[in-house]
């Protein structure tokens, strides 16, 4: 079992940056993958990043390439998503996401992870 905790979510005006933290609780393995995905009002849910634990590799929504960077410590079990010039667009609730094995195709679909977390709040005002 693992559990999943986000933090860092806020309000910031248009071209604002935030950092997300999600600490991993429980036996993540060393293969494991670690997204972050957005969900606002009456839209679906929709992959932000994703990064494989072991090599560090990662895949961004062509929406924020350039924009939002995920990281990792392994050491502290904790995954980031640095966001740099936020828009309006980019409000939404975010949401943590592991699964115990490198998804396939570094894949953004939310069917392809077992663990979610609560999510945290991002909202951007213009």
């Known amino acids: 079992q693992v559990d999943l905790v986000e933090s860092g979510g806020g309000s910031v005006q248009a071209g604002g940056s935030l950092r997300l933290s999600c600490v991993a609780h429980?036996?993540?393995?060393?293969?494991?993958?670690m997204a972050w995905f957005r969900q606002a009002p009456g839209k679906q849910r929709e992959g932000v990043a994703v990064?494989?634990?072991?090599?560090?590799?990662?895949n961004y929504d062509d929406s924020v390439k350039d924009r939002f960077t995920i990281s990792q410590d392994n050491a502290k079990n904790t995954v980031y998503l640095q966001m740099n010039n936020l828009k309006p667009e980019d409000t939404a609730m975010y949401y943590c996401?592991?699964?115990?094995?490198?998804?396939?195709?570094?894949?953004?679909?939310?069917?392809?992870?077992?663990?979610w977390g609560q999510g945290t709040q991002v909202t951007v005002s213009s």
């Open positions: 996401a592991a699964e115990e094995h490198p998804v396939p195709w570094y894949s953004l679909d939310p069917r392809s992870y077992r663990y």
């Open positions: 429980g036996n993540i393995a060393s293969r494991s993958s």
């Open positions: 990064s494989y634990v072991s090599t560090g590799d990662t």
